[in-house]
């Protein structure tokens, strides 16, 4: 009989009604990331788990704690006391932090069981999947090993996919979960930035990055999200609004608006239909759905602005990475020298080309022209979809175009080009404008999954979070996992 | 041609704070290196900054003192360069939204006040120290990340002499307002110099100095890059933009780098520490320190009153004595005598100790229960046992055993037998009245008071 491949309160009942013990879990959980062949792990919890699961198996169940004894991954870019943490970076081979996440003692405090660190894109800038230090990390839905499961945040996707583990935790800066979210029929919820805690979460780029996760059920994301959210002292941009019982307000029929261009630009014909046979369902149910035009430029600018944004922060937040404190070190005769070999060996052309793209967006020489007209561009972006928000409920959309793409397609598609596509890279809005997003899946096309995306105002995650129920309910697509 | 002299400072105040600007890392001097570090400190990835309360109250307190425009929303930006001392690979500092803007600051100069303008000043962090063994350069993160503020000024300095004055005067508003201890030897407080000459109405490159070490020298420094620059002006050559440090001994600048490149830092905002709004109740916290008052008794020279003021503890014991209204010339000469001695010797621990019965001895001898001679017996005693005065006094036997009519006597007797000092004392030779005296003293064994003794010991002389 296996678990892990059900939603956390079905793991909790079976718990609680004694017919399994944490350390079948734990053992269940070794022993498929022993034959799993995805390559979504960096470090697995073996003695450690273990030892955690057998205390836990002799004492009582705690019945009003559904996530007592549930194992669970999380990313390898948060820092967890003396166990590895590499953020899929050649650099940090070796390094053991000397303190844990806040996410992370919070589940430890409800005494879930960290299973395994989990890879993904290196210092989780990609959205491929294959940028990190382990190589590609594959998507269990696909046999032929051909597709791509998404980044950054792939190896927690496919660890929560395969049924290794019911939910995991990843971060969210551009759509690094809501994306594969998509392409691994799971639920990918990224709240308000600010609701979660980012302390020891490192640092990709700070004004947009999010603590998000998966799961396999909306009520899983609520239930989380009331153990997750909440101010922390020791991050000062963590809100101090209160949480909300996430699961509890009333259903009511909300109104709902489509983005036309990017709707507009939707190519998929089984993607579309789904979509819109979404649409008309939710309207049966009373929802009021409208189309609102942003305008082709401001969808086009999504992208790029993120792009700009993200990589001129990124410069600076691993700028910290020269293997003197931590890290790979190298023998050098003097500092630069020093700081030069550490810095090429240990990135990847890939990250380097961002660095250098960051950088000059920060020239003085470049700044109001590149850097500045991004942050204005932001703005502009921001104020339209808070306008939007303010009149409806929330936005939704197809979460990505396209089933997930073949490994190799992706590079020349992200470019500044005209022909950038508006509906594969549009999620970033979320983070641009600080919202709570939410992914879940909507349809199959090739026995490969894809899902839609809701969006909501900041801080309404509890009616974000019933929105996704509504569609959840419509769709009758929840608790999916691939062996 | 015409010259001015055109100078600015930059001013890095080391904040006093139990801890760090950013983290609870304690800030105690002299630790083992690297042991007053928390993650942050040494850039660990995924620590986050929470900013000091104490370090925000000391900067509202100085921007207030200095007359400035107060920011209520506080920001950090930073500022981007690799350096080995620099954790994070940026400082985060407040570039675009300094905590104070537009103060200034008047200062005593010659002839009369001069208005020195204070362009801004902002919060940031400090680096890492770095010391250099043979080849190897090792680090210290015991500095890194704890809290300073830059004040910088326009450029309205005309000479040393008025740097040295605008330096003193913000030492002492932040050692006064607990802002900082404000010790340029120590590092506690840094100064940059910038200096330039207008020739003929038009700008000239700008000098910067670094690494002065005292506010003397600060001064020395200016006047003689100014001299090297009005040099180099009159021989028909250009000052070159360059970074010169001061030689103390040859009392000249010299030259350190130059200064081709200007350094983008590519400023921007950072999004890990929350904009904080200022509350009115913080801004009330702030001010309603009340500064340590400044000493200032009639009867002691400006350089006598400037020493007790840069003295922590010689300020201390002065405000005691204002309090205990024992602050006369009688008491201070005792005091600067021997307590500044004792200070000198050992610091202030032991006067510390013994604090409660030094206000009692100095009463004694303010209400000439005791003598000069006999206070300093005591003191001398109560530093060394510790025991109570009233203690000591009873073990000393001090009784005042002459009366009057046997001071007189012994007085005469004194007169008598030094009949030349008194025949120099008449002659206008005050020296003899010294002489005359410790004659005195020592025939009483020193268990008179002095004045009493100098009293009768005139009068009789006006007799003669």
Same mark, same amino acid.
């Given at each position: 009989m296996e678990y892990l491949d059900k939603n956390i309160y079905e793991i909790h009942e079976a718990l609680a009604n004694k017919k399994v013990t944490p350390l079948d879990l734990v053992k269940e959980a070794l022993d498929k990331i022993k034959n799993d062949t995805n390559n979504a792990f960096e470090y697995v919890y073996e003695k450690e788990a273990i030892k955690l699961a057998e205390e836990l198996s002799k004492q009582e169940v705690e019945v009003d704690n559904p996530l007592w004894g549930i194992p669970f991954a999380i990313k390898d870019n948060f820092s967890t006391k003396d166990i590895p943490t590499t953020a899929s970076s050649k650099l940090l081979e070796g390094y053991l932090p000397p303190f844990d996440a806040e996410v992370y003692t919070r589940l430890l405090n409800k005494k879930a069981i960290p299973i395994a660190k989990t890879t993904l894109d290196e210092l989780a800038m *990609? &959205? =491929? *999947?294959? @940028?990190?230090?382990? &190589?590609k990390t594959f998507n269990?839905?696909?046999? @032929?090993? =051909?597709?791509m499961i998404g980044g950054s945040s792939c190896g927690s996707a496919a660890a929560c996919a395969a049924g290794i583990v019911p939910f995991a935790i990843g971060s969210d800066t551009g759509d690094s979960v809501r994306k594969p979210a998509s392409y691994s029929a799971l639920v990918g919820f990224k709240p308000t930035w600010g609701r979660i805690s980012r302390f020891g979460l490192f640092p990709f780029a700070p004004s947009l990055d999010t603590v998000a996760y998966f799961t396999r059920n909306v009520k899983d994301s609520a239930l989380l999200l009331n153990v997750l959210g909440g101010h922390d002292i020791k991050d000062t941009t963590s809100s101090s609004i209160p949480i909300e019982d996430y699961q509890s307000l009333k259903d009511k029929p909300y109104k709902a608006t489509i983005i036309k261009e990017i709707y507009d630009d939707l190519k998929d014909k089984t993607i579309k239909d789904a979509f819109d046979k979404l649409v008309s369902e939710l309207k049966q149910k009373g929802y009021k759905i409208n189309t609102v035009s942003i305008g082709f430029d401001l969808a086009k600018a999504i992208y790029s602005c993120y792009y700009i944004i993200s990589s001129a922060e990124a410069t600076s937040n691993n700028a910290n990475l020269d293997g003197i404190k931590f890290g790979v070190n190298k023998e050098a005769e003097t500092y630069e020298e020093m700081l030069f070999k550490v810095r090429t060996e240990g990135f990847s052309d890939r990250i380097r080309r961002r660095f250098v793209i960051g950088s000059i967006s920060l020239l003085e020489e470049n700044q109001q022209e590149i850097y500045l007209r991004a942050l204005r561009c932001r703005r502009v972006i921001v104020e339209t979809f808070n306008k939007i928000l303010e009149s409806s409920d929330a936005i939704i959309l197809?979460? @990505?175009? =396209?089933i997930a793409p073949l490994f190799g397609d992706d590079i020349p598609k992200k470019s500044f080009a005209k022909d950038a596509m508006i509906s594969d890279n549009y999620l970033a809005f979320a983070n641009l404008g600080g919202y709570p997003s939410i992914t879940l899946p909507l349809g199959f096309e090739d026995e490969m999954p894809f899902g839609v995306n809701i969006t909501s105002h900041h801080f309404t995650e509890a009616k974000l979070l019933k929105i996704a129920q509504t569609v959840e309910q419509i769709t009758g697509l929840k608790d999916l996992s691939k062996k | 041609m015409s010259y001015e002299a055109i100078i600015g400072l930059e001013i890095h105040l080391q904040l006093l704070s139990e801890s760090k600007l950013f983290t609870a890392a304690p800030t105690t001097?002299?630790?083992?290196?690297?042991?007053?570090?928390?993650p942050l400190d040494m850039a660990f990835p995924g620590a986050m900054p929470v900013l000091n309360k104490k370090c925000v109250i000391s900067a509202i307190r100085m921007v207030n003192a200095l007359h400035m425009e107060l920011d209520r929303l506080i920001r950090f930006d930073r500022k981007n360069y690799f350096y080995s001392d620099l954790a994070k690979g940026y400082q985060l500092t407040q570039f675009y939204h300094p905590i104070g803007k537009s103060g200034h600051l008047a200062i005593n100069v010659n002839d009369g006040i001069k208005i020195i303008r204070i362009n801004h000043l902002h919060m940031e962090e400090d680096s890492a120290k770095q010391i250099h063994v043979g080849n190897k350069t090792l680090l210290d993160f015991n500095r890194s990340g704890m809290g300073l503020i830059e004040i910088v000024t326009d450029p309205d300095i005309g000479n040393g002499k008025e740097a040295r004055i605008f330096l003193e005067d913000i030492r002492d508003i932040a050692v006064s307002l607990g802002v900082s201890n404000g010790r340029l030897q120590e590092g506690s407080m840094r100064v940059d110099v910038n200096v330039s000459l207008m020739v003929n109405g038009v700008n000239g490159e700008i000098v910067e100095l670094k690494n002065l070490n005292g506010f003397k020298n600060v001064e020395k420094a200016i006047n003689s890059e100014i001299k090297r620059q009005k040099e180099i002006v009159s021989s028909g050559k250009s000052v070159k933009p360059e970074t010169r440090r001061y030689d103390e001994d040859k009392n000249v600048t010299v030259f350190m780098r130059k200064k081709n490149t200007k350094i983008d830092y590519k400023y921007f905002q950072d999004a890990t520490i929350a904009p904080i709004r200022i509350s009115q109740e913080l801004i009330d916290e702030a001010l309603s320190y009340k500064p340590k008052k400044k000493i200032s008794l009639d009867f002691l020279l400006p350089e006598t009153l400037d020493e007790i003021n840069n003295d922590s503890y010689l300020s201390h014991l002065f405000t005691l004595l204002k309090e205990e209204d024992l602050a006369t010339l009688k008491v201070s000469n005792f005091v600067l005598t021997r307590v500044r001695n004792e200070i000198k010797r050992h610091g202030s621990d032991n006067l510390l100790q013994v604090e409660e019965e030094l206000i009692k001895l100095l009463h004694l001898y303010e209400d000439s229960d005791l003598t000069y001679k006999q206070a300093s017996i005591i003191y001398k005693q109560l530093l060394e046992t510790r025991d109570s005065v009233a203690t000591l006094i009873d073990k000393n036997n001090f009784n005042d055993d002459y009366d009057n009519k046997e001071l007189s006597s012994i007085i005469d007797e004194i007169l008598v037998k030094y009949k030349s000092a008194v025949y120099d004392y008449k002659a206008g030779k005050n020296k003899a009245l010294n002489y005359l005296l410790g004659q005195i003293y020592k025939e009483t064994n020193n268990k008179v008071d002095s004045l009493k003794i100098k009293d009768l010991l005139l009068m009789k002389l006006e007799e003669k």
């Open positions: *990609g &959205g =491929t *999947g294959s @940028s990190g230090h382990l &190589g269990p839905w696909d046999k @032929s090993k =051909t597709r197809p979460a @990505s175009p =396209t | 001097y002299g630790k083992a290196p690297n042991s007053n570090v928390l």
